[in-house]
């Protein structure tokens, strides 16, 4: 049997687990239930009555929370020489190409979004299977494959984040921090859902948003209720 600690116990009791949520009542809750002894994400899932191996209903997309991740995220560019004071000048950490692409294919991973031209989409389609797995490969989808880096990087920096249905049907976002006030988190927290409805494909059959759950890092899951929702 895993270990529970004190902490967790007493929080899991504040949840009450034959209860549906409200948004903003979770959003309060996810503070309140917290353990966690740093500036913990916040996290929504939600699971989709889509069938993710069907092309029209793999769901993925973009949305700008109103208040960001509460996390500053690296930003890799991988672009041509004429693109890349455009991007030092937007705030990308890391801005070039061959040197990069050498770096990956030896392992190196550690930004948080990939955005490169269509140009370079050739050269680097071989970092596929390396990026792929990290959600970091660019594209066109999320807007990580563009010629106006610039606002690329911008977008990402002011809290863009790409989201994908997983092989479950499950789509799991950092939507804040428990620092975040519960108002900031719901907002994000509606951004998303907004986000997910408006992106419901015309061939999912019953119910769409089938089970919503909050909960900060190492935190109880909190139940929403998705009845609370226009789909």
Known sequence: MAFISKKRKVANAKVDANKAYSLKEASALVKDTSVAKFDASVDLHVRLGVDPKKADQAIRGTVTLPHGTGKTKKVLVLCTPDKE????????DYVGLDEFIQKIE????????????PAVMPKIGKLGK??????????????????????????????????????????????????????????????????????KPTTAKGTYLKGISMASSMGPGIALDTKSFVQ
């Not at 004071?85 to 990308?92: E, F, I, L, Y």
């Not at 030896?106 to 031209?117: K, L, R, Y």
């Not at 990290?134 to 610039?150: E, F, Q, S, Y």
């Open 85 to 92: 004071a455009d991007a030092n000048t937007a705030g990308a």
């Open 106 to 117: 030896s392992g190196w991973t550690d930004v948080d979004v990939v955005i490169a031209t």
């Open 130 to 199: 390396i990026l792929g797995p990290r959600n970091l490969m660019p594209n066109p989808k999320t807007g990580t494959v563009t010629n106006d880096v610039a606002a690329a990087v911008t977008e990402v920096k002011g809290g863009k984040i790409a989201f994908k249905v997983d092989k479950a049907g499950i789509v799991h976002a950092s939507i804040g921090r428990v620092s975040f006030s519960p108002e900031k988190i719901a907002e994000n927290g509606q951004e998303l859902l907004n986000a997910l409805i408006k992106a």
